[in-house]
């Protein structure tokens, strides 16, 4: 395959952009590819390359690229103007169909991405319960904000994870590993009064993809409510992707608050915070915690949402989770042909491969992975034609656009990465 223009705008954009990109990940060696168009299951680059897509924008494109119903949808909204700054009737249809989807959910705040929507919820969470110290877990990524760019090193008051996070704004946010009730339990009760909240992604995807262990969630439920400390579902990845409801419905459990972004606009950038009437009402103006945005409830978002999630009915949940179940059984056959004993790891449509044979079910065990092995199998699946995120520590996913036949070659190319690893 050839990159020659990827290299030559690669070239260009460090000059002008750090480190050639807009987000960290998206730079990966010796130069990343530069999109020209995406559409369905493929995303193309500006030297006439295709790729199969499992990155997916990191999550949002469940519809597959430029889906023609919301195209047509955003077109009509264009028309109508891009930002208002005084409501208008379609965030009442979006808060609905949130709210009707979602069983936490009674109320929404929109807002513009994940990282707002979680800092945001955390914020409610402080100012509802009156306290301050926060429960994360190891390897959990909520956004780009000061209070969860914590270093891991369990059961300690956070340490700063990049240069100009303070430490006093991340010494109330306390980390633990992932599946481990008793490293919770402990920490509450060292920190009795003071825990506002757990904030947790009940599908980790920001290593990888680890599930939740049976009753973890159901545990996590039982002693929050005990405690007078709120439940923060992270579901950004999971929300309208797991199903109609998100992780809190295929888990059964219901959380206090949840946060949304990446597929709630129907591929335009967005966030809500839902919840519980009690808890989003103490939002400014009808409360008097604040949370602002200029393009909250932006209209081409908010139109777009509506018209992405009207296509997520239970007959696309039902083919998109066979599609992953394809998928990993594909690539547990390869494994088994090769005899390799690696980890395969996913729910519905998120799966992901750690080469290590260790189970993987927290951010520990996540890191036993071979994570320079796993580059070299990007590269190689890269060069046989299909895109996955250039990380161990991210999520392949599906949308609705893969086909059998995307599959069939996606597990070729794997079968070869497997075998040059
Ligand atoms: C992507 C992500 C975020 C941040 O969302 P942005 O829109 O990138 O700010 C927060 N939480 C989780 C679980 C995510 O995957």
Do not use: W
Not at 151 to 173: I, L, R, W, Y
Not at 314 to 319: C, H, L
Request: some cysteine; overall charge negative.
């Amino acid at each position: 395959m050839n990159f020659d223009k990827s290299k030559e705008l690669y070239e260009d954009s460090v000059n002008y952009l750090p480190g050639g990109v807009d987000s960290p990940i998206r730079a990966f060696k010796p130069y990343p590819f530069f999109v020209e168009k995406a559409k369905g299951s493929k995303i193309f680059d500006v030297d006439g390359n295709e790729f199969i897509d499992y990155c997916l924008g990191y999550g949002p494109i469940i519809y597959g690229h430029a889906n023609e119903s919301i195209v047509e949808e955003s077109r009509k909204q264009l028309e109508l103007g891009t930002a208002y700054g005084v409501p208008s009737e379609k965030e009442i249809i979006l808060a609905k169909e949130v709210i009707d989807r979602v069983p936490c959910a009674e109320m929404v705040r929109f807002c513009n991405s994940g990282t707002e929507a979680t800092m945001s919820a955390i914020r409610l969470a402080r100012g509802v319960t009156g306290k301050n110290k926060i429960i994360k877990f190891e390897g959990a990524y909520h956004g780009a904000h000061d209070a969860v760019l914590v270093k891991s090193g369990s059961g300690m008051a956070g340490k700063p994870d990049s240069p100009g996070v303070p430490e006093d704004a991340t010494k109330n946010t306390i980390l633990v590993p992932f599946n481990d009730e008793e490293a919770v339990t402990k920490i509450i009760n060292d920190n009795k009064d003071d825990v506002a909240c757990i904030i947790i992604e009940p599908i980790m995807g920001n290593i990888g993809c680890v599930p939740p262990r049976d009753g973890y969630l159901k545990f996590l439920r039982e002693i929050t409510a005990e405690n007078n400390i709120l439940l923060i579902f992270d579901e950004v990845i999971t929300g309208f992707r797991l199903s109609k409801g998100g992780a809190q419905q295929h888990y059964h459990v219901t959380p206090d608050l949840v946060t949304f972004g990446k597929i709630l606009g129907g591929g335009f950038p967005i966030g809500a915070i839902a919840g519980k009437r009690e808890y989003i009402e103490q939002f400014a103006p009808s409360g008097s915690i604040y949370q602002a945005g200029t393009f909250s409830g932006n209209p081409v978002s908010i139109n777009g949402g509506i018209a992405g999630l009207k296509l997520l009915t239970d007959k696309f949940y039902n083919d998109l989770h066979d599609k992953g179940e394809y998928l990993r059984n594909g690539m547990s056959d390869i494994l088994t042909d090769l005899k390799l004993d690696f980890q395969i790891n996913g729910v519905e449509s998120m799966t992901q491969v750690y080469f290590t044979d260790n189970e993987v079910y927290d951010y520990d065990t996540a890191k036993l992975s071979d994570s320079k092995g796993f580059l070299k199998y990007f590269h190689t699946l890269l060069d046989n034609g299909v895109f996955i995120a250039p990380s161990q520590f991210e999520c392949c996913f599906l949308s609705g656009q893969h086909s059998t036949e995307d599959l069939d070659k996606t597990l070729e190319a794997m079968e070869i990465a497997f075998k040059e690893l």
